[in-house]
């Protein structure tokens, strides 16, 4: 089972932009995908971005133009990179992967946009 964990989170004014990585205890390359989903209170989780196998990405139409996601295969790490960060971003943020049988989660990773 691989261990995930999230670094970054933190509270950011309107307007500014924080880097969320994720560190895997495997090799990401095994991933079918791997991303982003974030959990505001009251609200259910949702998907924020993913990369596949192959490299190619998606991002959702909430944050596209906004964030990015990508990944570094030899420190099997995933990164999201947001910018231009709204109040209604704040939420928690987990890293997750898939393997085509299993999907794992990182503990979550919370930023707060506040002035």
């Known amino acids: 089972q691989v261990q995930l964990a999230e670094s970054g989170g933190g509270v950011v004014q309107p307007g500014g932009s924080v880097r969320l990585s994720c560190a895997a205890s495997t090799s990401i390359l095994s991933f079918d995908d791997e991303g982003w989903y974030r959990q505001a209170p009251g609200l259910q989780r949702e998907l924020v971005a993913q990369i596949f196998a192959r490299g190619s990405t998606y991002v959702a139409d909430s944050v596209k133009g906004r964030f990015t996601i990508s990944r570094d295969n030899l420190a099997n790490t995933i990164t999201l990179q947001m910018d231009n960060l709204k109040p209604e971003d704040t939420a928690v943020y987990y890293c997750?992967?898939?393997?085509?049988?299993?999907?794992?989660w990182g503990p979550g990773t919370q930023v707060t946009v506040s002035s």
């Open positions: 997750y992967t898939w393997d085509g049988y299993k999907l794992d």
